[in-house]
Structures are given as structure tokens and as C-alpha cells.
């Protein structure tokens, strides 16, 4: 799961920004973005889209993950 980091941040481009309201929203749900609804969130079609854009949230410090769960929690 991804959990928000709470360090000085990067910027956001605008596809980051979708994605991690995307996380966000789904979060308040109780329920854990998938990486196609990461990927509908920011019109892509590629399956590595999501992935990618996961590392550079991380990167940025916007949230952590942990990798022996699959999901993420914001």
C-alpha cells in the first residue's frame, strides 16, 4: 500500500496530480486504486503507465509504499 508522505515535496505535473487525487478519492472509500483506475483517472491505456507514475509519486514523497501488498493507501 502507499501511505502520503509527509516531507517537502516535488512539484506535480498534471498527470500526477490526477493520479493521486485519483488514490486520494478512492481512499476515502475505504478501498486501495488499482493501476487501471490510476490509469482511467489520467486517460492512459498502457500498462506500465500507472506503474511509472506510482515510482514518481514515491519519488516525489507524496506517498510510500509498502511492496509485499499490492494496492495503495493514501
Known amino acids: 500500500p502507499f501511505d502520503v508522505a509527509r516531507q517537502a515535496r516535488a ?3 498534471t498527470i500526477e496530480r490526477l ?3 485519483c488514490i486520494t478519492r ?3 472509500e475505504g478501498r486501495r486504486a488499482s493501476q487501471e483506475e490510476i490509469n482511467a483517472a489520467v486517460g492512459a491505456t498502457g500498462t506500465s503507465t500507472a506503474a511509472g507514475i506510482i515510482k514518481r ?3 516525489k514523497g507524496y506517498i510510500t509504499r509498502e511492496c509485499y501488498q499490492r494496492g495503495m493507501k493514501v
Open 11 to 13: 512539484p506535480l505535473s
Open 57 to 59: 509519486l514515491e519519488e
Open 26 to 28: 478512492i481512499a476515502k
Open 19 to 21: 493520479a493521486l487525487d
